[in-house]
């Protein structure tokens, strides 16, 4: 790649380079998968994972991770220029391709974008788990601000995971660089420069002009889906935006609710000790509610939102599969008007035909597994969030019980107190 | 609602009103059985201590057990709708014989009635702490109720509250034994004219005098004072956590609401997945359960703060009281500064030293003496009048004495009838309290149980 021209057809060619030193990874790696033999293709290598999902979920949990990535402690960095945050990113690892058993770099946000974009060139069929957005716009929320810096470590920690946990991306030469190289920059300055993106986001434009021949009814089914999905989880996002937007504004009263009873316990004697039960039973309501905010925008809110990050995922990941196809359709429609010159024509048709495929295949295998894995994230978070609101209302009622049983207990007193006298 | 007090409430269906969630189903873990007790349920249902011995109560059964809309022309001969109000009364012991009670007497009052009421037992008994009606508009609505007067569920509720009031009536000592009371109770017709006959309005205290008592009484007892500045305090507190309360119940109702979207969108969403879609559509069914409760909630508690709003409004009765002794008070001032006024004169009259300015004074020395005569027959004017005072003002000691009495004694009964209405009211808060959370329990454990088969 270096000072080479560039080629016409930079993803093919990005594509070539990585099978191979993919192909060096799979030798070398035997823990893949039980008994199966050495991949040798691509084709193959996605093949295997093109399973139903309970060969799947087995499959998964066959692999022995071997690779351990974590995101931590963010820093400010002060330049004459800019002023950014880096995240600590340290690797431990048993697999053979990295020298060491254990690096530790920091990374800024530019990097992982960095990292995601040639990922997406170089399986451009594959479901990269999405990034944390750039700004958030809803809320103005500082860059610097404590709370949106863990949001998006934990968001950063997740997309190197999912990239760990994926059997092909783990494997990536990038993905190594990522996590190993000291210095990002130099890589940053390789790759496809601006005019050969520009070049590709003009074809891709055109090819979506011209439209596809045709398309398999398979990823029709999963466009329609992809759309569904989208706008069911903006849904599902907003609704629970709101519930949360509630369940603050619920708190701010409960949080002057409670002073009252205490106030008009001040101006009471026999009916000071009930009035300041209640008091503190709301008081206490309240820190519960508290509570159960903080979890819901911990575990529910950024899940949903990651899945609707997903969504725009798959879009573009349908998108880039329409182009590969459509450049494979224009390539051969041009060779069918040809009367000369058919050979080499016919061998870029072949390798586009090659790649329509591989392309295919790749995204089939891993449909199921997001499929599986987006299965696994929606349910435990549901879930958790119903545990912590059963949760919520177990607690609160202890504190209502717990006044009652002290009210009741003073009220047999008074009524022993009255049938004795 | 509200029962009338007797001995055998269970046959009074519509009286049933259950304030724990007594009935769930799915058993929680609990610290103690909050299902209430047979006596929190009777004395819940009213939070009224109603006091059996009373002589009223003894003798019949009270309740107001409907409500009614009329039209009919009103004073400045408009067509208007309004709201009546059907009285029941029955004589105790006929429950008692265990065969089917015997129909009830009926009559129809509105609300205005119960108003003059109310007004004529002010007038009449003013060291009594007279009971409160229930509100004439609603106040401290959250947002879902209805400000109207014909609401139904307003409607309701005031139905409740007339009852309750009449019921503090046949409870009270005094109160209980006032035979316009009694007529109001039996007689529909000719109730107006025999209220208006009793003159009560002519002992009514002008507001004008009220007023300037309150300005310029030099020793009230200090006891009222005291009461008067607990009961202000008291209205102010209650009013302020009624106003808070309305606004937590409108946040929790759009809490509760808001949840019934997921019921929508996980419908929507159940429809493109396979393994997914049934337990999202049934948890989808439980979050509409879960936005649809909080109607019952709310509307549990508003008998709460009907029972605070009760004792917001009986703080203007023991203002009341308090206004009427330091009235006493000060026209007992008065007359004994009056008294002590024509003492001084006729002394002065008999030594001849002027120690207070008089214009009669200064002007008998600017142009002449009197004569002897004259001087001895103001001074006998002055012994009667003297006389005259000193009656008045034993008078006026004795009215101030017996009223203190009275009051004093009515207002150590309000005091415990306060405690004990109160502490039931925040007891039955917490019992709301707790069903609610049971309820929140269940709906939850439920859709749990949902997204695990999604």
């Given at each position: 790649m270096s000072g080479a021209k560039v080629p016409a057809d930079i993803s093919g060619h990005m594509l070539d380079l990585d099978e191979e030193e993919d192909l060096e990874v799979f030798s070398k790696n035997t823990s893949l998968a039980e008994g199966n033999p050495m991949p040798n293709s691509p084709d193959s290598m996605v093949n295997q994972f093109r399973l139903d999902e309970e060969?799947?979920?087995?499959?998964?949990?066959?692999?022995?991770?071997?690779?351990?990535?974590?995101?931590?402690?963010?820093?400010?960095?002060?330049?004459?220029?800019?002023?950014?945050?880096?995240?600590?990113?340290?690797?431990?690892?048993?697999?053979?391709?990295?020298?060491?058993?254990?690096?530790?770099?920091?990374?800024?946000?530019?990097?992982?974008?960095?990292?995601?974009?040639?990922?997406?060139?170089?399986?451009?069929?594959?479901?990269?788990?999405?990034?944390?957005?750039?700004?958030?716009?809803?809320?103005?929320?500082?860059?610097?601000?404590?709370?949106?810096?863990?949001?998006?470590?934990?968001?950063?920690?997740?997309?190197?995971?999912?990239?760990?946990?994926?059997?092909?991306?783990?494997?990536?030469?990038?993905?190594?660089?990522?996590?190993?190289?000291?210095?990002?920059?130099?890589?940053?300055?390789?790759?496809?420069?601006?005019?050969?993106?520009?070049?590709?986001?003009?074809?891709?434009?055109?090819?979506?002009?011209?439209?596809?021949?045709?398309?398999?009814?398979?990823?029709?089914?999963?466009?329609?889906?992809?759309?569904?999905?989208?706008?069911?989880?903006?849904?599902?996002?907003?609704?629970?935006?709101?519930?949360?937007?509630?369940?603050?504004?619920?708190?701010?009263?409960?949080?002057?609710?409670?002073?009252?009873?205490?106030?008009?316990?001040?101006?009471?004697?026999?009916?000071?000790?009930?009035?300041?039960?209640?008091?503190?039973?709301?008081?206490?309501?309240?820190?519960?509610?508290?509570?159960?905010?903080?979890?819901?925008?911990?575990?529910?809110?950024?899940?949903?939102?990651?899945?609707?990050?997903?969504?725009?995922?798959?879009?573009?990941?349908?998108?880039?599969?329409?182009?590969?196809?459509?450049?494979?359709?224009?390539?051969?429609?041009?060779?069918?008007?040809?009367?000369?010159?058919?050979?080499?024509?016919?061998?870029?048709?072949?390798?586009?035909?090659?790649?329509?495929?591989?392309?295919?295949?790749?995204?089939?295998?891993?449909?199921?597994?997001?499929?599986?894995?987006?299965?696994?994230?929606?349910?435990?978070?549901?879930?958790?969030?119903?545990?912590?609101?059963?949760?919520?209302?177990?607690?609160?009622?202890?504190?209502?019980?717990?006044?009652?049983?002290?009210?009741?207990?003073?009220?047999?007193?008074?009524?022993?107190?009255?049938?004795?006298? | 609602m509200r029962i009338a007090s007797s001995a055998d409430s269970s046959d009074n269906s519509r009286s049933q009103m259950i304030m724990a969630d007594s009935g769930s189903s799915d058993e929680v873990a609990v610290i103690c059985n909050t299902d209430i007790t047979s006596t929190e349920s009777e004395n819940n249902i009213i939070n009224t201590m109603v006091e059996r011995g009373t002589a009223l109560l003894k003798k019949m059964e009270i309740s107001v057990a409907e409500a009614d809309k009329r039209t009919g022309k009103n004073t400045v001969n408009m067509q208007e709708t309004y709201t009546v109000y059907l009285i029941e009364t029955r004589p105790a012991e006929s429950v008692s014989e265990g065969g089917t009670p015997v129909a009830p007497d009926t009559l129809w009052r509105r609300y205005s009635e119960f108003e003059l009421l109310r007004t004529y037992l002010l007038v009449t008994y003013p060291y009594i702490i007279v009971p409160p009606l229930p509100e004439k508009r609603a106040e401290f609505v959250w947002h879902k109720l209805s400000a109207d007067n014909l609401d139904p569920d307003f409607v309701e509720r005031r139905r409740v509250g007339l009852e309750n009031f009449l019921l503090r009536l046949a409870s009270h000592p005094v109160l209980s034994n006032d035979s316009i009371f009694f007529l109001f109770l039996t007689e529909e017709k000719g109730w107006r004219e025999a209220v208006l006959e009793t003159g009560f309005q002519d002992k009514a205290d002008s507001r004008l005098k009220s007023l300037s008592a309150m300005f310029r009484v030099k020793n009230p007892d200090k006891r009222f004072t005291a009461l008067k500045h607990y009961s202000e305090d008291l209205s102010t507190v209650i009013s302020q956590l009624l106003r808070i309360r309305a606004r937590v119940a409108d946040r929790l109702y759009g809490v509760y609401k808001v949840h019934g979207n997921y019921g929508r969108v996980f419908s929507e969403w159940s429809a493109i997945e396979k393994e997914m879609g049934d337990g999202l559509q049934s948890a989808g069914h439980h979050m509409d359960t879960y936005a649809a409760s909080i109607d019952d909630i709310l509307e549990e508690e508003e008998h709460y703060a009907d029972q605070l709003k009760e004792y917001l409004f009986y703080t203007e009765a023991v203002r009341s009281v308090c206004r009427k002794h330091e009235l006493i008070q000060y026209e007992l001032e008065m007359a004994a500064q009056d008294l002590s006024y024509k003492k001084q004169q006729k002394e002065e009259l008999e030594t001849g030293t002027v120690r207070i300015f008089s214009l009669k004074g200064m002007t008998s020395k600017l142009f002449g003496q009197e004569t002897q005569e004259q001087r001895e027959s103001k001074v006998a004017a002055l012994e009667q009048s003297i006389q005259e005072g000193e009656e008045a003002l034993k008078e006026k000691n004795a009215e101030s004495q017996e009223f203190v009495e009275k009051a004093w004694n009515d207002i150590e009964r309000f005091k415990e009838q306060k405690e004990k209405d109160l502490r039931e009211a925040l007891i039955s808060y917490a019992i709301m309290q707790i069903s609610m959370c049971k309820k929140g329990i269940q709906v939850w454990s439920n859709a749990k149980e949902c997204f695990n088969k999604m």
């Open positions: 060969n799947e979920e087995e499959q998964q949990g066959a692999i022995n991770k071997d690779i351990f990535v974590t995101v931590d402690n963010p820093e400010s960095h002060i330049s004459a220029i800019e002023t950014f945050i880096t995240y600590r990113v340290v690797t431990r690892t048993t697999r053979s391709e990295f020298d060491s058993s254990e690096y530790e770099v920091r990374r800024r946000y530019q990097d992982f974008l960095w990292l995601k974009s040639r990922l997406e060139e170089n399986y451009p069929t594959l479901i990269v788990h999405p990034l944390p957005e750039k700004f958030v716009m809803k809320s103005m929320v500082e860059r610097f601000n404590d709370d949106f810096i863990e949001t998006r470590r934990k968001a950063l920690h997740r997309f190197l995971n999912r990239i760990t946990e994926h059997p092909i991306l783990s494997c990536s030469h990038h993905f190594k660089v990522f996590l190993t190289d000291e210095e990002l920059a130099p890589h940053r300055k390789l790759g496809p420069g601006f005019l050969s993106r520009m070049s590709e986001t003009m074809r891709a434009m055109a090819n979506s002009v011209r439209g596809l021949r045709s398309k398999l009814e398979e990823f029709a089914i999963m466009q329609e889906y992809v759309d569904d999905f989208s706008n069911n989880m903006c849904s599902v996002d907003k609704v629970t935006h709101r519930i949360t937007k509630e369940h603050r504004e619920y708190m701010d009263e409960l949080k002057q609710y409670g002073p009252t009873y205490f106030q008009w316990a001040e101006s009471e004697e026999l009916l000071a000790e009930p009035l300041k039960g209640v008091g503190s039973c709301v008081e206490k309501c309240s820190k519960e509610t508290e509570e159960q905010i903080q979890y819901l925008s911990e575990v529910l809110v950024p899940t949903l939102h990651e899945y609707v990050l997903c969504a725009d995922t798959l879009k573009a990941v349908m998108r880039r599969r329409d182009n590969i196809q459509a450049e494979f359709e224009a390539k051969n429609e041009a060779l069918a008007s040809k009367t000369t010159d058919k050979e080499m024509l016919q061998e870029e048709v072949d390798d586009l035909a090659d790649r329509v495929e591989q392309a295919n295949n790749a995204l089939r295998g891993d449909w199921s597994r997001w499929r599986t894995s987006m299965r696994a994230d929606l349910k435990s978070a549901f879930i958790s969030t119903a545990a912590k609101n059963v949760d919520y209302y177990e607690k609160c009622l202890a504190v209502w019980e717990s006044f009652l049983l002290s009210q009741r207990g003073e009220s047999m007193e008074q009524r022993n107190g009255a049938d004795a006298s | -």
